[in-house]
């Protein structure tokens, strides 16, 4: 009895040893957006800012870049010039630019129309963005490619701060690769 007993605990030991011997990934805003690649793009619903109802399906079989933003987010503002750049460069590619938002369609609407925001904003309430569970704070860029799945995602975009530049070419190049790809 003594023996099996020793034998079951040297096992669990090397057990143990070996679980420790492999990297601790530590959950950061990368892992998580890591982690949503190649995840389906989860159903939701909302109000555009002409209050026309808008969901999921609506984006069947097309290349969409989604900006999580809100208004009082001074990081969503800043990169709104280098995403509006993305939708003057992409959009006769048949590229989908949606903004979701948390604020309602009427102040949505004010401040596209006083900011030039040139994506399709869409209203959803707070509750709904959480349940998506793809966005990791404010703002957030999703793009998914035309079968639905998420190709990429990262926090802010901009091509000329260097904190955020490499992250940012990696989603245009991502982008590029998928209208090629959808093209063929």
Known sequence: MKSYLA????????????????????ATQETFFEDLVGKDLPNFSGQTVDKVSFK???LKSQIVLINFWFE??????AEMPELNKLVKKYSDKK????????????AAKRFQKRSGYLYEI???????????NINHG???????GKDGKILYATANISF?????KAKSMLLEEKLRAEIERSTK
């Open 7 to 26: 034998t079951f605990f040297l096992l669990m030991a090397c057990f143990f040893a070996r679980a420790q011997e492999a990297p601790v990934r530590w």
């Open 56 to 58: 999921k399906e609506d």
């Open 72 to 77: 009082k987010c001074p990081p969503c503002i």
């Open 95 to 106: 590229v989908r630019f949606i903004a979701l938002t948390y604020d309602m369609p009427n």
């Open 122 to 132: 869409v209203s959803l309430t707070k509750e709904e963005i959480r349940k998506l």
């Open 138 to 144: 404010f703002p957030s860029n999703i793009l998914v």
């Open 160 to 164: 000329s701060d260097a904190e955020f």
